[in-house]
C-alpha cells in the first residue's frame, strides 16, 4: 500500500531527475550519475501548503483514454486506441457482472447515465476530459469539476462517514500520509458508470484514491476499487493528473441539462 | 380531535404560505391540497434521490386490487437531518402516508407525515418556513 | 371557522391573513415606509488568512428570513410546526440575525421594494407566469439548470454554503445542486464575451473587510434561465406583483455586483446591485443578512438536482425527459 506507491512515486520522480541530469551532464560530455536509490521518504518538492503539506491548489486535469474505456482497447469510431489503466490489465468481475458490464457496453449510447447529464461519480469524475479545480484547506478540501459542475467536498477533520446513504459522488474523508493524500469514498449508490464502455460497480462499492504529488505539475493518482457484489477481489487504477499551466485559466460551464432541454425543446 | 381535513388544510396553508422560501418548485403545481389521503401499504422502492425522496408503497385499494403509489418526500438533506436514513425504512415493511394526491389524478401523492412500522410517526414533507 | 380562514389566507398572502390571525400583529408596513438602506458598517475586524485576506471562510447556513423582493415582509406569526423544530436550518437551531439588524424587504433600491421592469419585459413576465404548466417556459430552478446570480444567495431551506479562501481566490460552493463559483482577486480582466456561464464570470476585490464581486457574461440560452427570484412561485397571485422575482429572463447586458460584509463572526450581508438596461429601468439593490455560520456539527451534503427530477417535471408539465440523451465528449 504505501510502500508501492510512494516507491512508484519515488521512482518516477528519480526517473525524471535522471533524465535531467543526464540531458544536463551529456551537454557537458560527462558520463551520467549512477542511479539514485528510490527513497522511502516523498521525493516531493514542489510547493507547500501553510501546514507544510503539498499545495494542490490549482486546476488539473487527466490526459488519458479512461473516461472511454478502463481497459485496453482498439480504436473505434470517434474513440481513440488506449491502452489499460488497471493493474493486471482487467477488471476482475464476477461472472454474473461481467455478464452485465457486456450488457451495459452493448446498450452504451442509451444506458450511461452520463448520457442522461447525470452526475459521473467517483473515479469517472477526475478522468473525464475537462477540468477540475483543487481548493485546499487543512480541513476541507473541495473538488470542483467543470462537467456538469460536479463537486466534492473532502472532510479531513477526522469526522465520521456518512453512510447508509447514497450521493452521486460519495462520501469522502481523507488524511495525509505523508505528502501522499488519501481519500475513503463510501455511500456512491448504484447508479454510476466508471466509464463509456459500461464498467460499473453496486452501492457496496468502497474506494480509496491516493494523491500522491510527484512534483509541482504532477500527481501519481491510484484508486482502488472494493466492491464485493461485482467484482472477485479488489482492483487499482493508476493514472497522472497533469497541473493546467495556462495563465488565468478559469473552470468554463459544461451545464449538460441545458443540452438535456435544448435538445427536448427541438424536437418538440 | 382534528379531522383528517383539519389537519390537511392546515398542513397545506402551511405548506402555500411560505411564497419564498419553499421546495424547489411549488407544492400546488403537482398535488392538490383539496385531495388529501391517507395511504397503507408495503414499501417496494425506496429512491433516496434530490430534490426529492421518493417512496413506492403497494396499496390494496377498497376493490381489493393492489396498486403502487408513488409518494414524494422532502429532499434528502432535510431527511438526514431529521435522522433519517436509507435503513430507516426496509422493504416490505408496512408504511402509512398522510399526505395529498397529484393534480393528474395518477397513483402519486406528497407525504406530509410518515408513520413507520413501530408507530414513530416523522415529518417526511417539505417545510416552508414564512 | 379556522380552516378555512387559513386555508383562504394561504392563497391570499396579503395583510389579510395576518389580520384574520388571531393576536397576529397589525400587518407590516410597506417597503417605502422602511427607512433609506444604507450599508451596514460593521467595526468587527475578521482574522487574516495566510495570503491576508478578511477570513470569511467556513460553512454556513441562509437566515431563514420571508425574502420577498417586492412585497412586503411577512411576519413570522405561526409558530414551529414541527415537534423537532424547523428542521430547514438543520439541527433545530434558527439562525439569528445580528444586534440591531433590521428585517426589512429585499429589494432596498428603488425604495418602493418594486422590480422596475421595463414595460415589455414585464408583459413577458405575465406571460411566461401564465405558461408554468409548459416545459418550455418552466421556471428553470425547478429545472435543476444553475440559478444564477443573485439566485443562488436568496435563503431557501435544506442548503447551505461553504466560502473557502486560497491565495488570490475566494471559492463559494452552493449545497443547492452542487453549484460553486471561483472568484479571482487579481484584478484579471473578464473573460471574452462569447464564455457565458450560468453563474456567471466572477472577478473580485477586497475593499477593506468587504469582498466585491463583479459577475458578467451570464448564460441567457434558454428563457428558463431565470437569475433573480426566490424559491418558488405563489399560485394565484399576478405576475405583476409577484413576490417571488419570478418570470424575468435577463440579456446579455445583465451584470451584477455583490458585496459580501462581514458583521460579526457569525454573520455576513449580501448585497446585490443588477443591471441590464434591456429588462430594467434603472440598476436595482436587493440586500439581506445572508450568510450565519453554521451550527459546529452541520455537515454539508451532496444536493444532485437534476438526477432526481424527472418524476416531478412529468407530474408539472406532462412531459417526459428519461428518454433523451445528448453526446458527451
Known amino acids: 500500500m504505501k510502500g508501492p506507491v510512494l516507491l512508484a512515486a519515488g521512482t518516477i520522480a528519480a526517473a525524471l531527475a535522471i533524465g535531467a541530469a543526464a540531458a544536463a551532464q551529456a551537454q557537458r560530455g560527462a558520463a551520467p550519475p549512477r542511479t539514485p536509490i528510490p527513497q522511502t521518504a516523498s521525493a516531493y518538492n514542489g510547493p507547500r501548503s501553510p501546514d507544510r503539506k503539498p499545495d494542490l491548489n490549482g486546476i488539473w486535469q487527466a490526459v488519458t483514454t479512461a473516461h472511454w474505456n478502463l481497459e485496453a482497447h482498439s480504436a473505434s469510431e470517434g474513440v481513440p486506441a488506449g491502452l489499460s489503466v488497471v493493474e493486471g490489465g482487467s477488471i476482475p468481475y464476477q461472472p454474473a457482472a461481467l455478464a452485465k458490464r457486456n450488457e451495459n457496453f452493448q446498450n452504451r449510447l442509451t444506458a450511461d447515465p452520463l448520457r442522461k447529464c447525470y452526475l459521473p461519480g467517483v473515479p469517472r469524475a477526475t478522468y473525464l476530459p475537462f477540468p477540475f479545480e483543487i481548493t485546499q484547506t487543512p480541513k476541507h478540501i473541495g473538488i470542483a469539476y467543470e462537467f456538469a459542475h460536479a463537486t466534492r467536498t473532502i472532510f479531513l477533520d477526522g469526522t465520521p462517514h456518512l453512510d447508509d446513504l447514497d450521493f452521486w459522488m460519495g462520501d469522502a474523508r481523507g488524511r495525509w500520509e505523508g505528502d501522499t493524500l488519501v481519500v475513503d469514498t463510501v455511500s456512491l449508490g448504484d447508479r454510476t458508470w466508471f466509464d463509456q464502455a459500461g464498467n460499473f460497480h453496486s452501492d457496496a462499492l468502497k474506494l480509496v484514491e491516493r494523491f500522491t504529488p510527484i512534483d509541482a505539475s504532477h500527481i501519481a493518482y491510484e484508486v482502488t476499487f472494493d466492491d464485493a457484489k461485482v467484482f472477485t477481489r479488489p482492483w487499482k487504477i493508476n493514472l497522472v493528473l497533469y497541473r493546467r499551466m495556462e495563465k488565468n485559466l478559469e473552470l468554463l460551464d459544461y451545464e449538460c441539462a441545458e443540452h438535456i432541454y435544448e435538445k427536448l425543446f427541438k424536437k418538440k | 380531535m382534528m379531522t383528517n381535513r383539519t389537519v390537511a388544510a392546515i398542513a397545506a396553508a402551511i405548506m402555500l404560505a411560505g411564497a419564498s422560501a419553499a421546495a424547489h418548485h411549488a407544492f400546488s403545481a403537482e398535488f392538490d391540497q383539496e385531495k388529501p389521503v391517507n395511504l397503507e401499504g408495503t414499501l417496494t422502492k425506496a429512491e433516496w434521490m434530490n430534490p426529492h425522496a421518493w417512496i413506492y408503497l403497494d396499496v390494496k385499494g377498497a376493490d381489493g386490487k393492489v396498486v403502487n403509489w408513488a409518494i414524494e418526500m422532502g429532499p434528502p438533506n432535510a431527511l438526514l437531518r431529521r435522522g433519517w436514513k436509507k435503513s430507516s425504512m426496509q422493504y416490505g415493511a408496512v408504511i402509512k402516508v398522510e399526505g395529498f394526491a397529484a393534480k393528474n389524478g395518477k397513483e402519486f401523492a406528497n407525504a406530509t407525515n410518515i408513520t413507520l412500522p413501530d408507530g414513530t410517526k416523522i415529518f417526511a414533507g417539505t417545510d416552508e418556513p414564512k | ?74 411576519p413570522v406569526t405561526r409558530p414551529p410546526n414541527r415537534a423537532n423544530g424547523e428542521f430547514s436550518y438543520s439541527l433545530n437551531e434558527r439562525p439569528k440575525l445580528p444586534p440591531g439588524a433590521i428585517v426589512r424587504p429585499a429589494g432596498v433600491d428603488p425604495a418602493d421594494g418594486k422590480i422596475p421592469l421595463r414595460p415589455e419585459a414585464l408583459a413577458r413576465r405575465k406571460d411566461i407566469i401564465s405558461k408554468q404548466e409548459q416545459i418550455e417556459h418552466l421556471d428553470g430552478r425547478v429545472l435543476c439548470l444553475a440559478p444564477g446570480i443573485p439566485r443562488s444567495t436568496v435563503p431557501a431551506p435544506v442548503v447551505g454554503y461553504q466560502i ?12 443547492q445542486s452542487h453549484l460553486y463559483r471561483t472568484i479571482p482577486l487579481d484584478g484579471r480582466p473578464p473573460l471574452d464575451p462569447n464564455i457565458r456561464k450560468a453563474m456567471g464570470v466572477s472577478r473580485g476585490r477586497w475593499e477593506g473587510n468587504v469582498l466585491v464581486v463583479d459577475v458578467t457574461n451570464f448564460t441567457n440560452n434558454l428563457e428558463n434561465n431565470w437569475v433573480i427570484g426566490a424559491v418558488s412561485a405563489t399560485p394565484g397571485i399576478p405576475a405583476e406583483s409577484l413576490a417571488t422575482g419570478h418570470g424575468i429572463p435577463h440579456s446579455d447586458r445583465y451584470r451584477v455586483t455583490e458585496r459580501y460584509t462581514p458583521i460579526d463572526a457569525n454573520t455576513i450581508h449580501y448585497e446585490a446591485i443588477i443591471t441590464d438596461e434591456n429588462v430594467f429601468t434603472q440598476p436595482w439593490t436587493v440586500a439581506w443578512y445572508g450568510f450565519a455560520r453554521a451550527p459546529k456539527d452541520y455537515v454539508p451534503v451532496e444536493y444532485a438536482c437534476f438526477e432526481g427530477n424527472e418524476k416531478n417535471l412529468l407530474l408539472m408539465t406532462n412531459t417526459d425527459i428519461s428518454g433523451v440523451r445528448v453526446q458527451v465528449p
Do not use: C, H, W
Not at chain 3, 379556522?2 to 395583510?15: E, Q, Y
Not at chain 3, 420571508?66 to 415582509?73: A, K
Not at chain 3, 473557502?164 to 449545497?175: C, L, R
Open chain 3, 1 to 74: 371557522m379556522i380552516t378555512r380562514i387559513i386555508a383562504l389566507a394561504s392563497v391570499a398572502l396579503t395583510p389579510v391573513l395576518v389580520a384574520a390571525q388571531q393576536g397576529a400583529p397589525a400587518s407590516p408596513p410597506a417597503p417605502s415606509a422602511y427607512p433609506p438602506y444604507t450599508r451596514p458598517v460593521s467595526t468587527y475586524a475578521p482574522p487574516r488568512t495566510p495570503d491576508g485576506q478578511p477570513d470569511i471562510s467556513g460553512l454556513y447556513l441562509a437566515i431563514p428570513l420571508p425574502r420577498n423582493i417586492e412585497t412586503p415582509l411577512l
Open chain 3, 164 to 175: 473557502f479562501q486560497k491565495p488570490g481566490y475566494v471559492v463559494i460552493f452552493y449545497e
